[in-house]
């Protein structure tokens, strides 16, 4: 089967680019998750794995690599399973693909690599001009976040992609600070989980 895998970060960005072919494939799995979250983690992404562990797989596409996450170590373990059980990953934007008759093309392991590396410090960028942003708009006192006199439901809360991934690694055995690295966030926000997740007897 030939599927295309297509992920948008936010609600206001739009997928229509990465669906313009979407005739061409098999089937198409879309969803709006961010690239934080590991590949595994994600509904749609924890449905392609399930298809190709099970061989109905034989060609994956996605617009970009970055669109299988910003995290080196993820990205390569979803390309190492793919390449496990026979799949050709093709990234249409650089038109190259990981088998060539069936065999592993090494020029896609350098770029794959190479081009993983580059995902995960484009996040990092994003960071940082968000963060320079947030402060350049707090001296012009513009207000961040909920508005005045509301909150977020605490159940909702650990409803988040995020949330439920720092739920996953709360097993008596990751440290705080290890769930942070695991999951991409700060210890702050483990520890904020964590406590919520206790008081809703949960842990």
């Known amino acids: 089967m030939k599927v295309k895998y297509v992920r948008w970060s936010t609600l206001q960005q739009k997928p229509s680019r990465q669906l313009l ?30 298809l190709i562990t099970n061989r109905k797989v034989t060609e994956l596409y996605v617009e970009e690599l970055s669109r299988l996450g910003r995290n080196t170590r993820d990205i390569l373990h979803t390309l190492d399973i793919c390449e ?58 513009v207000v961040f ?29 990751h440290s705080i600070r290890e769930v942070a690295k695991l999951t991409d966030t700060s210890a702050a926000t483990v520890q904020k989980v964590k406590k919520i997740a206790a008081e809703l007897q949960l842990l």
């Open 84 to 141: 496990d059980n026979g799949v050709c990953v093709h990234v249409q934007n650089m038109g190259i693909c990981s088998l060539v008759n069936g065999k592993p093309n090494t020029t896609f392991k350098m770029f794959s690599h190479l081009m993983s590396v580059i995902a995960e410090q484009e996040k990092e960028n994003i960071l940082e001009r968000t963060t320079f942003g947030r402060i350049a708009a707090r001296n012009r006192a």
């Open 145 to 173: 976040g909920r508005k005045v006199g509301t909150h977020e439901n605490k159940a909702e809360f650990l409803k988040k992609d995020k949330s439920k991934a720092i739920l996953k690694y709360l097993d008596g055995i």
């Open 21 to 50: 072919d979407a005739n061409s494939f098999d089937k198409v799995l879309a969803e709006q998750a961010s690239g934080t979250v590991p590949f595994a983690e994600r509904s749609k992404g924890k449905e392609l794995l399930a």
